[in-house]
């Protein structure tokens, strides 16, 4: 019966186009990897490579056959270093809980980091609002968190500040406010705002209500497409807005009552006295310069 050396020395030759080749990687003669190629076709009762030709090729069942060969070394390999994670005592899921208005681009480079550190340990990224944040880690649902601040926490919840983020106030070009050349909070009370409210109807308090009427998401992308369909106006993340403003789909809106641009403090929260494991610790460091320039 064939075993994972001979499969290697299958793919390694098909990789390399030679059995000499293919021994100089392995550190073996190039008779050991000729002969177990062989006793290879003869376990499959299959020609695996044309030898009337100077170098090697694959034969039409050679190719057909590689690809499995592949996918097995492949999942060795895999549980090789699951085993090896294992040893080093990493974590076989991280369970991340983020304010959406957080999923930047950085912290997507982060995640790619991360699975080439730790490829045996699996992520799961919940995106949702602050509030619904804090419960998830106060429940034990995420072992990490990332959310604007908010006052009123559990205190067995450890918080760190990283950071803060830019919002601009928006809206449609074609939106009568956008005609505006400098709006008081008295021009906001008749015109609908689109906010952010949590799955149980918290508001965060760092961008209240200023208007009359208003509509609600849990989710800012959907904020930005209802602003820019006419809705109403919001206070969307600057790296979000901006990209609208470019293309003309959303206007910046000037507040009288607003001097600099509005930022919002963020905040990453876990469990006190909660043990971290290496791939949690190294995720919690990195996360530390989300938001850094």
């Known amino acids: 019966m064939y075993n994972l050396e001979q499969l290697r020395m299958f793919v390694e030759t098909a990789n390399l186009g030679s059995f000499s080749a293919c021994a100089r990687k392995l550190g073996k003669v190039q008779s050991a990897v000729s002969q177990g190629i062989a006793n290879l076709e003869i376990d499959f009762d299959r020609q695996l490579f044309d030898r009337s030709t100077r170098k090697p090729s694959l034969t039409p069942d050679g190719t057909r056959l590689l690809s499995y060969a592949q996918a097995i070394l492949l999942q060795m390999?895999?549980?090789?270093?699951?085993?090896?994670a294992m040893g080093r005592q990493e974590e076989a899921l991280i369970r991340l809980a983020v304010d959406n208005a957080l999923l930047l681009p950085n912290f997507y480079a982060v995640l790619a980091r991360f699975e080439r550190q730790f490829s045996a340990t699996d992520i799961e990224v919940v995106s949702t609002t602050s509030f619904d944040v804090l419960e998830a880690i106060e429940s034990d649902q995420a072992d990490i968190g990332l959310t604007f601040v908010e006052f009123d926490f559990n205190r067995d919840v450890e918080l760190g500040y990283i950071g803060?983020?830019?919002?601009?106030?928006?809206?449609?070009?074609?939106?009568?406010?956008?005609?505006?050349?400098?709006?008081?909070?008295?021009?906001?009370?008749?015109?609908?705002?689109?906010?952010?409210?949590?799955?149980?109807?918290?508001?965060p308090t760092q961008l209240p209500q200023l208007s009359s009427k208003a509509w609600f998401c849990n989710n800012y992308t959907a904020m930005q497409s209802l602003t820019e369909q006419g809705i109403g106006w919001a206070y969307l993340p600057a790296y979000l807005a901006e990209e609208s403003i470019q293309a003309g789909n959303?206007?910046?809106?000037?507040?009288?009552?607003?001097?600099?641009?509005?930022?919002?403090?963020?905040?990453?929260?876990?469990?006190?006295?909660?043990?971290?494991?290496p791939a949690l610790a190294w995720l919690h460091d990195e996360l530390k310069s989300l938001l850094d320039e």
């Open 77 to 84: 390999d895999e549980l090789d270093s699951a085993a090896q």
């Open 164 to 203: 803060s983020l830019n919002f601009y106030p928006v809206c449609h070009p074609q939106h009568s406010l956008a005609q505006v050349n400098e709006i008081t909070a008295g021009d906001l009370l008749p015109h609908r705002q689109v906010m952010s409210r949590s799955s149980k109807g918290s508001v």
């Open 250 to 277: 959303l206007k910046k809106m000037k507040f009288s009552f607003d001097h600099k641009t509005w930022k919002l403090s963020i905040e990453m929260v876990r469990q006190k006295n909660k043990a971290m494991g």
